[in-house]
């Protein structure tokens, strides 16, 4: 079970902070990733971290203005946006999974999936 919070309206270039709690499973042995689904559009990769917090994956939207993080001790893990655009409007999910047959920008690598949060970006 994922629980998430830290979505809202916010205006361009604007910050936010998503996270992601996590329970039900040992949160430390997964890789973490955010996935995010605008209206009309099929879910997208969004950013991946390993268990120990290194290496982490982007996808090239959002490389240099996001950050996924991890915290083991609090089983959460968290996606800093800045300078937010309003192409990022999207319901955002974070999603846990430990087997990659197709990368970490894959969903089918991933078994569990937080209820979704969401996030707009108004222009």
């Known amino acids: 079970v994922q629980l998430q919070g830290g979505g809202g309206l916010v205006q361009a270039w604007d910050s936010l902070r998503l996270s992601c709690a996590a329970s039900?499973?040992?949160?430390?042995?997964?890789?973490m990733g955010w996935f995010r689904q605008a209206p009309g559009k099929e879910r997208e990769f969004v950013a991946a971290?390993?268990?120990?917090?290194?290496?982490?994956q982007y996808a090239d939207s959002v490389k240099g203005r996001f950050t996924i993080s991890r915290d083991n001790a609090k089983n959460t893990v968290y996606l800093q946006m800045n300078s937010l655009k309003h192409e990022d409007t999207a319901v955002y999910y974070c999603?846990?999974?430990?087997?990659?047959?197709?990368?970490?920008?894959?969903?089918?690598?991933?078994?569990?999936w937080g209820q979704g949060t969401l996030v707009t970006v108004s222009s």
């Open positions: 999603a846990a999974g430990r087997f990659f047959d197709y990368g970490l920008g894959s969903e089918s690598g991933y078994d569990d």
């Open positions: 971290i390993s268990w120990s917090g290194y290496p982490t």
């Open positions: 039900g499973f040992n949160f430390s042995n997964y890789i």
